[in-house]
């Protein structure tokens, strides 16, 4: 009877030995599980992130393509095949992606350090500022570039003006180094700022645009009918390449001066939806980088998401 209940008690106990191991088995295959599903997750979202990353710089490539392009085709020697660089959106295929590319040479638009004060009043106008803002807004452009402490007599900003507005840092009284100065010009807020600043640059040295690539905006602050001339430039003569239409020759609405630094918008499109924009402001030749045939003013890309 003794040696049946040591059997039976060595039978329980090899039992619970038995499922206390399989237990412990089970927790090891849920661990692994577990271990496993969790690597295959990790490596699936890197595989996404490298997906999205290889997306973003093949876009941001072909949108530095669609610069480098254009820049072929403004001084191509063939007047049938360039592109006139007057703001019209030019459609390219550069391998599987899309591109579509603004040109705008910089003598086109209203330079904020040379341009008068009723030229810039009449742009500010025309983008939509109403009359009294637009004309303390102008004198404060004036006011900032100006080194005199007067202040424009239609209104402006000096020390003064912008130590009242709680502005500590006042008037520049120096020229414009960027567009992006007009951001502190007293008077300017965002939503103006992003109006004007398609119109106006800081590297044409010129006190009147150059009504051959000026934008209608422009165009109507010059007191010309900028949209009879826009449409009458993007009517092109096939044979000569020029545009065609009863253009006055004086005013220079045909040929333009080139002065060979262009501001150029390039966005990019892939087949998956990818995007990528590049806005650059470039000079033709004299670049400091050996291999360039341009010199970088201003730079921002960026891509944005499917």
């Known amino acids: 009877m003794r040696g049946a209940r040591v059997r039976r008690s060595r039978a329980r106990a090899c039992t619970r030995t038995r499922g206390a191991a399989l237990l412990l088995v089970l927790w ?24 999205v990353l290889a997306s973003g710089a093949a876009a941001q490539a072909a949108a530095r393509a669609g610069l480098e392009y ?90 003064a003006d912008y130590a009242s507005a709680g502005l500590p840092y006042g008037a520049k009284d120096a020229p414009f180094e960027s567009v992006a100065e007009l951001e502190q010009v007293l008077g300017f807020t965002p939503e103006v700022y992003d109006l004007v600043r398609p119109h106006v640059t800081v590297f044409s040295g010129r006190a009147r645009p150059d009504a051959a690539f000026a934008s209608a905006e422009v165009l109507d602050a010059m007191g010309m009918d900028g949209a009879q001339v826009v449409e009458a430039r993007r009517q092109v003569d096939p044979v000569t390449g020029r545009p065609l239409g009863a253009l006055p020759s004086e005013t220079g609405l045909v040929v333009g001066s080139r002065s060979g630094t262009y501001s150029i918008r390039s966005r990019a499109r892939l087949a998956d939806g990818r995007e990528s924009e590049l806005r650059a402001v470039v000079r033709v030749g004299g670049s400091a980088v050996p291999g360039m045939a341009y010199t970088a003013l201003q730079w921002e890309e960026g891509a944005s998401p499917r």
């Open 28 to 51: 090891l295959i849920t661990l692994l599980t577990a271990l496993v599903g969790g690597f295959a997750l990790v490596a699936r979202i890197e595989a996404l992130q490298g997906r």
């Open 70 to 159: 254009a820049l072929t085709r403004v001084d191509h020697a063939d007047p049938r095949l360039q592109w006139r660089p007057d703001g019209s959106p030019q459609a390219w295929q550069f391998g599987a992606a899309e591109v579509e590319v603004m040109l705008v040479d910089e003598n086109g638009r209203v330079d904020l350090n040379h341009a008068d004060y009723a030229l810039l009043e009449a742009l500010l106008r025309r983008v939509g500022v109403e009359a009294a803002p637009a004309q303390r807004m102008a004198g404060a452009v004036v006011d900032w570039r100006d080194p005199d402490p007067l202040t424009q007599p239609a209104g402006g900003g000096e020390d």
